[in-house]
T-cell receptor, first 116, second 112 residues
Framework: GAVVSQHPSRVICKSGTSVKIECRSL??????MFWYRQFPKQSLMLMATSNEGSKATYEQGVEKDKFLINHASLTLSTLTVTSAHPEDSSFYIC????????????FGPGTRLLVL | GENVEQHPSTLSVQEGDSAVIKCTYS??????FPWYKQELGKGPQLIIDIRSNVGEKKDQRIAVTLNKTAKHFSLHITETQPEDSAVYFCAASKGGSYIPTFGRGTSLIVHP
């Protein structure tokens, strides 16, 4: 199957700082990428959908000024958590798919964010 | 919008037994149903998927069945092994720009 990578896998930061998480599709061009947040023992909560070259579409309740998403190329999307606070600590997972049809969605390995 | 229900939330079996996880969906237009396995601290990995033009698909010890009339689909794992222990998620999608809807997950524990 297709490979999606995320970097970093784990990050610890101080409250008030910003953190950038990268998501890359390694062997296919991802026209659509998704960003999810997952709390312990819970399901995946979709935060936003991004299409290459256009603005991300955020889910209701997700602050777009706090969670900045950039999908500048067909293989890279970034999520920046701005002015992070302890309540932003979570497991962030990206996924990617090659088109807007029934193409399979492939997930990255996730990034564990801890805000002190 | 689509609503996906997944049961059970926890499933405990002995090694060698079979495990079945069931999902129901609400939108009859959904036509793609993937299953993901998520191990602790990792991202979900696609293990099998089925499209609405077939009723069953099998890959070694894993099979998925789909009943479009009843709007439910199931994951079957035979001869379970301890390494099958993980959280399994089902999802339903109707393609296009529609975003897949995930179930709440099933924690499968296989006891050696």
């Amino acid at each position: 199957g297709a490979v999606v990578s995320q970097h970093p896998s784990r990050v610890i930061c101080k409250s008030g700082t910003s953190v950038k998480i990268e998501c890359r599709s390694l062997d296919f061009q991802a026209t659509t990428m998704f960003w999810y947040r997952q709390f312990p023992k819970q399901s995946l909560m979709l935060m936003a959908t991004s299409n290459e070259g256009s603005k991300a579409t955020y889910e209701q309740g997700v602050e777009k000024d706090k969670f900045l998403i950039n999908h500048a190329s067909l293989t890279l999307s970034t999520l920046t958590v701005t002015s992070a606070h302890p309540e932003d600590s979570s497991f962030y997972i990206c996924s990617a798919k090659a088109g807007t049809g029934l193409e399979t969605q492939y997930f990255g390995p996730g990034t564990r964010l801890l805000v002190l | 919008g689509e609503n996906v229900e997944q049961h059970p939330s926890t499933l405990s079996v002995q090694e060698g037994d079979s495990a079945v996880i069931k999902c129901t969906y609400s939108d009859s237009a959904s036509n793609y149903f993937p299953w993901y396995k998520q191990e602790l601290g990792k991202g979900p990995q696609l293990i099998i998927d089925i499209r609405s033009n077939v009723g069953e698909k099998k890959d070694q010890r894993i099979a998925v069945t789909l009943n479009k009339t009843a709007k439910h689909f199931s994951l079957h794992i035979t001869e379970t092994q301890p390494e099958d222990s993980a959280v399994y998620f089902c999802a339903a999608s109707k393609g296009g720009s529609y975003i897949p809807t995930f179930g709440r997950g099933t924690s499968l524990i296989v006891h050696p």
